[in-house]
């Protein structure tokens, strides 16, 4: 293959990955798959990447000299790689190709389930959460949330979760009137009544690949009411702990369950 | 793959794939702008006269000549060619693509909220000792034991012709840029068309591990659920993960973003992972074996393999759940 059709293809992989990156920045799907600090990484290098191969497909007629002598024998080229340049096109291309075709900016129920959905804070799963939110006082809890006009005290599921493994936390917050935010979706553990409903959000440090789901169990005690599947929900009641089969649990007593708007992103961003 | 796996494909896929490309990126830039740009005698010039300080020193010139572990064997391959010397080389091998700024940064970034100091410090500092101390064995071992034979014959007939040749200025192995006159574009060109091959060498094998992560990642890979399995047990978790590292072929400079998602193991096994992925994996082997001969390739996998499982199975004996998650 000549080095210009080598070049031409190397090009057009690269602008593959630009466009694939940029669409989804301007598009601001991205904030489905990263998390901020790393959006506008990913944009420059979607524009270093479409510069990178603009260049080269504009000047892959062009002569070129590396300016530097080599070693007789040596092969003179700084362009060479030992896998075909075919090759290289399809394996950089079709995965990106499908991938960004078969997207639908979420996860199935079973990956969720795999990320935590169906699983119970533990304390030792916690060391940084600890450190990060350091067991407050009652008081301290009334001074930093704010109230709904029916009383509750609106939370993050993320601290309602955490609660779950700091016995700290569970006696300042056992018995609070609160009102949390999440997706709700079936209860498929100790649920003999189908009382239960659970609810979620995905908390992600770098992309959604390392997410993992904060769930807490809402008990309406009667049949829950019919909210849409996965959906989002604003859920208001009394904070409890139970230990059950020997496990604690965090679990909401739900008292005032409605949809709500979905939120900008999945990130933590809002109660 | 039905429709579900396939959408979980596709968002843990392109995820990651977003959130290295940049790094990559960066990281062939330099390394296509260091190909055309930097004379190839450059490296000897930095090393102390004594063999084993030089050594020392080489181990941690990835962070002057920050290049990841795809592109460090053909530039090593052409420094052995020129006469650098062997327990050098394989320093500058093993450690380049670990101790360097690049690789530092993004595994400081990819470990956010998972104690990113210690983890960039720990893999740096673990990195660096078994380059040296690699480098240190090897320049006590005959050249023909450790490279390829051609390779070697070359080496020694060079440094022969070199010892008869002592004060006859020869341009073609100086290393000097002799071509001051030649235009500037022209070298940017040049620079530009060395970076994209090698973005396109190492975003290939690069697309391969995020392809196969993300298979383990949303557990549509057979044998998910059995690595999982073992991501509890302190001793066959670092195994497990530095296997993981060998066939996944994962670019230094992005492989922490992987490493980060995988949420269920320790932090020494994933120190592990970072550590011996860099130093060898699948397409390592067959790079490697443009340079060196595959018995030393076979006894070097095994033993830096064997020194990291033991240093990570001591510290999660010992340090893992006291000091870290």
Not at chain 1, 196 to 221: H, K, N, Q, W
Not at chain 2, 141 to 155: F, G, N, T, W
Not at chain 2, 242 to 247: G, K, S
Not at chain 2, 292 to 306: P, T
Request: include cysteine; hydrophobic fraction near 50%; charged fraction near 20%.
């Amino acid at each position: 293959m000549s080095p210009v059709i080598r070049r031409i293809l190397f090009s057009l992989a690269v602008l593959l990955w630009a466009a694939v990156i940029l669409y989804f920045y301007q598009s601001g799907r991205i904030v489905k798959y990263l998390a901020p600090d790393f959006r506008l990484i990913a944009m420059a290098g979607g524009l270093g990447l479409a510069v990178l191969g603009l260049f080269n497909l504009l000047t892959a007629f062009r002569e070129s000299d590396c300016g530097h002598d080599h070693g007789e024998g040596e092969e003179h080229d700084h362009e060479g790689s030992d896998m075909s340049p075919l090759a290289s096109l399809i394996l950089m291309t079709l995965p990106v190709g499908f991938s960004a075709m078969w997207t639908q900016d979420g996860f199935s129920q079973a990956t969720l389930a795999r990320k935590g959905l169906y699983e119970d804070a533990q304390p030792a799963d916690t060391p940084f959460l600890a450190s990060a939110f350091p067991a407050p006082t009652r008081e301290e809890i009334e001074n930093t949330h704010s109230k709904t006009a029916d009383g509750y005290l609106q939370f993050s599921l993320m601290e309602l979760f955490f609660a779950t493994g700091d016995r700290e936390l569970q006696d300042v917050m056992g018995g609070l009137q609160v009102e949390a935010e999440g997706r709700i979706v079936e209860e498929k553990n100790d649920n003999p009544n189908g009382t239960r409903m659970r609810l979620y959000r995905m908390f992600m440090t770098c992309c959604v690949a390392d997410s993992r789901a904060i769930p807490i169990i809402l008990e309406f005690g009667k049949e829950p009411p019919l909210l849409p599947d996965n959906g989002w929900v604003k859920v208001a009641g009394t904070m409890r702990f139970p230990e059950e089969n020997g496990t604690l649990k965090a679990v909401l007593e739900v008292t005032r369950a409605t949809a709500a708007d979905v939120p900008p992103e999945e990130k933590f961003l809002r109660r | 793959m039905n429709a579900d796996a396939q959408q979980d494909f596709a968002l843990a896929f392109l995820s990651i794939l977003f959130e290295g490309a940049p790094f990559i990126l960066l990281g062939t830039l330099i390394s296509g702008f260091i190909d055309i740009y930097l004379p190839a005698g450059t490296m000897d010039r930095f090393l102390p006269k004594n063999r084993n300080l030089a050594i020392l020193v080489s181990g941690l010139l990835g962070a002057v000549f920050p290049v990841c572990e795809c592109a460090v064997v053909p530039v090593i391959r052409r420094l052995v060619g020129k006469g650098l010397p062997l327990g050098c080389a394989l320093a500058y091998m093993l450690a380049a693509p670990i101790v360097n700024p690049i690789t530092a940064l993004s595994t400081w970034k990819a470990f956010q909220g998972q104690a990113p100091w210690a983890m960039t410090g720990g893999r740096m500092l673990l990195g660096y000792l078994i380059a040296v101390g690699v480098g240190l064995i090897v320049s006590r071992i005959a050249m023909h034991r450790v490279l390829r034979k051609s390779i070697a014959d070359k080496v020694e007939a060079d440094s022969a012709k070199k010892e008869h040749q002592h004060h006859d200025h020869d341009h073609s192995c100086c290393g000097h840029d002799h071509s001051h006159e030649k235009a500037n574009d022209s070298r940017l060109i040049a620079a530009m068309r060395s970076a994209q091959k090698d973005f396109v060498d190492v975003g290939v094998y690069f697309t391969i591990g995020v392809a196969i992560t993300a298979l383990f990642n949303t557990g549509i890979a057979p044998g998910a659920i059995w690595l999982d399995s073992l991501a509890g047990n302190p001793a066959a978790a670092p195994a497990a993960l530095m296997a993981l590292a060998f066939i996944l072929s994962l670019c230094s400079t992005s492989d922490a973003f992987i490493a980060a998602t995988l949420a269920k193991f320790t932090w020494s096994a994933k120190l592990a992972f970072l550590v011996f992925g860099p130093m060898l994996d699948v397409k390592l082997i067959f790079l490697y074996q443009t340079v060196l001969r595959r018995k030393f390739i076979l006894v070097m996998a095994l033993s830096v393999f064997a020194f990291i499982w033991v240093v990570a199975v001591a510290w999660e004996t010992w340090f893992g759940k006291v000091v870290l998650p």
